[in-house]
């Protein structure tokens, strides 16, 4: 919303155009001519126009049907926000944001009155500028409206397991051990700093990031190295990736960092 105000101030009406309430679309549209990456967008924009409009005029008796093979179908669910900015939204997730800008910054007096932003000889190539981080990101795992209550977050998912585990005593074995990281002894030796180092990233392995996705948690699940030893509790997590599931257990004690000289 921010960059479409930024691209409408003091827009040319002939840039415009007279009859287009879309000024957006008619800014891209005009620049798509002469710039080929602009006319690339406007490609990708129009086919997603249709694809909504499609899935607009479908009767209402086939949208289950098509829920149900939806990890096939290649139609995207837009939200009415990103349906309304679908211009700049589309040419920021394919990285060309910035050079339509800069684009339109070096041939603003085409679009722009003198006293525009981007006709700025300081402002506009800012702004182009400052699109180059936004446009370097991957946006392949945008929220979707019904994320929130399908795919809860590790720190949800870690809440709920605090308060199912709530009803037992205060001293039972079954609540949940602190996450922190502790030190033994303050000497820093590096075995010891070691342990602390693979805990911590231990622990924030358990939250979602990037690659990988936390499905179930559960503290105190033991585990019995050998036969003449006693079962260890510890923290069992499923953690799914692109390509694979990965079952993860950590002892309790080096999850706290106090291992110490256990084997």
């Known amino acids: 919303g921010v960059v479409e105000a930024c691209l409408l101030h003091m827009l040319k009406r002939r840039a415009a155009g007279f009859l287009r309430s879309d000024k957006?679309?008619?800014?891209?549209?005009?620049?798509?001519?002469?710039?080929?990456?602009?006319?690339?967008?406007?490609?990708?924009?129009?086919?997603?126009?249709?694809?909504?409009?499609?899935?607009?005029?479908?009767?209402?008796?086939?949208?289950?049907?098509?829920?149900?093979?939806?990890?096939?179908?290649?139609?995207?669910?837009?939200?009415?926000q990103a349906i309304k900015h679908i211009w700049v939204r589309t040419a920021l997730i394919e990285k060309v944001l910035d050079k339509i800008v800069q684009y339109i910054v070096d041939n603003c007096s085409k679009y722009y009155e003198k006293e525009a932003l981007l006709a700025d000889?300081?402002?506009?190539p800012i702004?182009?500028?400052?699109?180059?981080?936004?446009?370097?990101?991957?946006?392949?795992?945008?929220?979707?409206?019904?994320?929130?209550?399908?795919?809860?977050?590790?720190?949800?998912?870690?809440?709920?397991?605090?308060?199912?585990?709530?009803?037992g005593r205060q001293d039972s074995p079954?609540?949940?051990?602190?996450?922190?990281?502790?030190?033994?002894?303050?000497?820093?030796?590096?075995?010891?700093?070691?342990?602390?180092?693979?805990?911590?990233?231990?622990?924030?392995?358990?939250h979602q990031n990037s690659r990988t996705h936390l499905l179930y948690g559960k503290n105190n699940v033991l585990v019995q190295p050998k036969d003449d030893l006693e079962a260890i509790p510890g923290y069992l997590s499923l953690h799914q990736s692109a390509d694979s599931l990965t079952l993860k257990w950590t002892p309790n004690q080096l999850m706290n960092g106090t291992l110490g000289d256990s084997e």
């Open 24 to 80: 957006v679309a008619a800014l891209f549209t005009k620049v798509g001519k002469t710039c080929a990456i602009a006319g690339d967008v406007c490609k990708k924009v129009q086919e997603l126009q249709q694809q909504l409009e499609s899935r607009k005029n479908q009767p209402n008796g086939q949208e289950p049907l098509k829920r149900q093979g939806s990890t096939t179908s290649k139609t995207p669910v837009l939200t009415p």
């Open 121 to 124: 000889p300081v402002c506009g």
């Open 127 to 167: 702004l182009a500028s400052l699109l180059v981080g936004p446009c370097a990101l991957e946006y392949t795992k945008l929220k979707t409206a019904d994320h929130y209550w399908t795919d809860p977050s590790a720190d949800e998912l870690v809440q709920r397991h605090r308060i199912h585990g709530a009803h």
């Open 174 to 206: 079954s609540k949940r051990p602190a996450l922190g990281i502790r030190k033994r002894h303050s000497s820093g030796s590096t075995s010891e700093d070691r342990f602390a180092a693979s805990a911590r990233e231990y622990v924030e392995s358990l």
